[in-house]
């Protein structure tokens, strides 16, 4: 956290918070009283807000407070789409492009991953199963598509972590992500684009799963 601005710093926090669901979908997002919650002042606060809000996942409106965004199971699963275009061509770059020692480095945060997936709460193994990803999609020395992937990797940020908390599947996950590793190591994009895929295909299941199972509950609630 080091190299981070106190905005981004303050955004990164914010982001956790709606990870966990501290800050639910819908919720006001006051500014006076999270920046004096967490010490700053309104000016940083202000800034984390505006980048959250570019990523989607905070929705800014005139002359009222900011809400956490709650986005429709149409416009998630539009956006996994995108996604998955973009996940897709950047491994395949990534086979052809990336470097022997990118490579490594995507290695080693898997590696890292098997290593601390017990031992860490379920946000932080999420981040860092998102850092792997990232470092596929700037592996594909493209940095336009990079850009854009990290784009719609924050907007369905919270609907990956909702996904990856409802089966948390140890061995399925870190099996996907060691075959990804052995297919960039090989040069392989047919497999890389198989084990992506399947990454991916659970991403849309669980996240329809989810709101079918919030739209039972809230049905049960008003009964």
């Not at 004096?36 to 002359?63: D, F, N, Y």
């Not at 020395?141 to 850009?147: G, I, Q, V």
Request: negative net charge; glycine residues 4%.
């Amino acid at each position: 956290m080091a190299d981070k601005t106190l905005p981004e710093t303050i955004a990164h926090q914010m982001r956790r918070e709606i990870l966990r669901g501290k800050l639910a979908p819908g919720d006001s997002i006051k500014e006076r009283d999270n920046a004096a919650e967490m010490g700053v002042s309104r000016t940083p606060m202000r800034e984390a807000i505006r980048i959250l809000a570019k990523e989607g996942l905070v929705i800014l409106r005139p002359s009222r407070s900011p809400i956490v965004a709650n986005p429709s199971l149409q416009e998630i699963c539009d956006n996994i789409e995108v996604l998955a275009t973009l996940e897709l061509k950047s491994a395949e770059l990534a086979c052809e492009r990336a470097t022997d020692a990118e490579i490594e480095g995507i290695r080693e945060i898997q590696e890292y991953m098997e290593k601390v997936y017990d031992d860490l709460d379920a946000v932080d193994v999420f981040e860092i199963d998102m850092r792997f990803h990232v470092a596929i999609a700037q592996a594909s020395h493209n940095p336009s598509m990079a850009e854009a992937h990290n784009a719609y990797l924050s907007r369905l940020w919270r609907a990956r972590f909702l996904s990856a908390a409802r089966k948390r599947s140890r061995e399925r996950v870190l099996n996907q992500h060691r075959a990804i590793v052995e297919g960039l190591v090989a040069r392989d994009p047919a497999r890389v684009a198989r084990e992506i895929g399947a990454h991916l295909e659970h991403l849309s299941i669980n996240v329809r799963h989810r709101f079918e199972e919030d739209a039972l509950a809230l049905t049960e609630a008003r009964t």
